[in-house]
């Protein structure tokens, strides 16, 4: 495996494998490495010849009242575990060789930057595209592997790519969970051991929704609703973003003409630490009825 810090020496190392017709597959990421991100490189592993994982704490994405200098890093710790998972390169560059100078260009996919996620977190997903699409152009990926558990920055991307005509497969691929159904999060290791026991309330609540829209409830509002309650019955759980949404646009629906599926999203904090979840739920046709 091999670990390279510089734009130019990534490129020639691609090169090289491009010229002997291999595909290549990038997984991007913050660093501090879990079974979320490992699986997104088994699946890269296994549908290209060669895997490209990125490792940047990216500050364009961060606002200045943020975690980015609590971040958690260990690259020695990231490669180990990247050589186990069979990753040919990893690309882990400093600040200033992403960002020589001040960014003149930015990308913006306005519409989906501006909602949930993005209105909590203003700037983010600017600084999620801006850095994704330098690191598209930087390795000239086949394909590109994002978790869902970042539901909006996956559908953002895709966004992006197919607005861009940039000629990349974007892989979603579903959230990996710890034994008590906790999302795998690189910021878990902030919870004190009451925050992590309790932590388990997001997949139940989530759990709780997916079975209250088998009983027939679609109405994204009851759900919302549903999901807050079960939510706040956790004295340590503050929830900062509960949404039910259609899965395909987030946008709020009609529940007289329910979409293909609805997207329940969360975040919620637990002290200091603001843990994501999210859920996708297929909704039954009317003419089905709900369940008697
Ligand atoms: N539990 C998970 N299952 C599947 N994919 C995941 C999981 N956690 C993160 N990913 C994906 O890994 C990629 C890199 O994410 P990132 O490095 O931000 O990790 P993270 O654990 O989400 O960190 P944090 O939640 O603390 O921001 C993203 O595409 C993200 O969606
Ligand atoms: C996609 C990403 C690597 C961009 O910095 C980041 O937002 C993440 O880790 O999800
Ligand atoms: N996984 C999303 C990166 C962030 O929280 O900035």
Do not use: W
Request: net charge negative; with cysteine.
């Amino acid at each position: 495996m091999q670990v390279i810090d510089t734009i130019a020496g990534l490129r020639a190392a691609i090169a090289a494998h491009r010229r002997a017709g291999r595909t290549v597959g990038f997984v991007p990421t913050m660093g501090y490495l879990h079974q979320g991100h490992t699986t997104l490189v088994d699946r890269a592993r296994a549908e290209t010849d060669v895997v490209v994982t990125s490792i940047f704490v990216n500050p364009l994405q961060f606002a200045p009242t943020e975690d980015l200098a609590r971040y958690p890093r260990d690259l020695p710790r990231d490669c180990a575990l990247l050589e186990a998972h069979r990753c040919d390169i990893v690309f882990a560059p400093a600040v200033e060789e992403m960002y020589p100078r001040p960014m003149e260009t930015i990308v913006d996919v306005t519409a989906l930057s501006g909602l949930l996620e993005g209105e909590r977190r203003p700037g983010h997903f600017r600084g999620v595209a801006t850095v994704v699409a330098k690191l598209f152009a930087i390795v000239q990926p086949d394909r590109a592997y994002f978790g869902e558990k970042d539901y909006q920055q996956l559908l953002l991307i895709r966004r992006m790519v197919a607005d861009l005509s940039m000629p990349i497969a974007i892989v979603g691929v579903p959230t990996v969970r710890e034994d008590d159904g906790l999302a795998c999060s690189s910021r878990n290791v902030f919870l004190g051991p009451a925050e992590r026991a309790v932590a388990v309330v997001l997949s139940r609540s989530l759990a709780d929704a997916e079975a209250a829209v088998a009983d027939g409830v679609v109405d994204g509002r009851a759900l919302e609703r549903r999901v807050r309650a079960f939510v706040e019955a956790e004295p340590l759980a503050a929830p900062d973003l509960i949404a039910v949404r259609d899965a395909d646009t987030l946008l709020a629906y009609d529940a007289a003409e329910p979409p293909r599926a609805v997207v329940v999203l969360l975040a919620v904090r637990f002290g200091r630490t603001r843990l994501l979840d999210q859920r996708v739920i297929p909704v039954r046709p009317a003419s089905e009825g709900a369940r008697p």
